[in-house]
């Protein structure tokens, strides 16, 4: 009798475990050991599926990221307002956002020291950028908002959203992600409609 394909249990038990570990220890300490260790699987079991940490960085940033930007795009093609569906984004996304600050700021740590890295999180943000785009365009198009430059508008949402997550990283205590957020947010909202 065949054995049953594991791969579908065994990969997310690797990458969260690697994101633990990530987290924990930063990726240049961390090792496929612990990974394993904190899998409960042989290091063996690990190699598998990952060849390197690299591999596992990048798997990592696959699934954070293109999940991220899957749910973006899907909201800009829903009903409702620009600002509705921006908010509704905001509210969701910041929660698991800020599950992963740490992984985050060590992905974006590592990026200054590799390449592969750097260049798949510099797909990302242009990718995020262009949808951000375009919801700031629809809303204009519709007239929910002033005639504004997207782009610039669009930079600047997401740099509310960045900045907040770092400045809850670096003062949790005072900084709350999803009141400041959202706060932040309808600030932007308020002066971009078109009234």
Do not use: C
Request: glycine share 4%; hydrophobic share 45%.
């Amino acid at each position: 009798m065949p054995k049953p394909d594991v791969s579908a249990e065994r990969i997310p038990l690797i990458l969260n475990s690697a994101i633990k570990v990530f987290s924990k220890k930063g990726f240049e300490a961390a090792r496929m050991e612990d990974i394993a260790k904190t899998a409960k699987l042989s290091v063996g079991g690990v190699y598998w599926y990952y060849k390197s940490k690299e591999e596992i960085i990048i798997a990592i940033m696959e699934q954070l990221i293109d999940k991220d930007v899957k749910d973006l795009r899907a909201l800009l093609e829903a009903e409702g307002s620009v600002r509705a569906r921006l908010e509704a984004y905001i509210s969701l996304s910041i929660e698991a956002a800020q599950e992963y600050i740490p992984i985050t700021y060590e992905l974006y740590s590592l990026a200054h020291r590799n390449a592969k890295v750097k260049n798949h999180i510099r797909a990302f943000l242009q990718t995020y950028h262009s949808v951000l785009e375009q919801f700031i365009q629809q809303g204009i198009d519709r007239k929910e908002f002033k005639s504004v430059n997207a782009r610039e508008a669009a930079l600047t949402l997401a740099s509310l959203y960045e900045g907040t997550l770092e400045l809850t990283m670096l003062d949790p205590e005072r900084v709350d992600a999803k009141k400041t957020l959202l706060s932040s947010f309808k600030l932007l909202m308020n002066g971009l409609e078109n009234k």
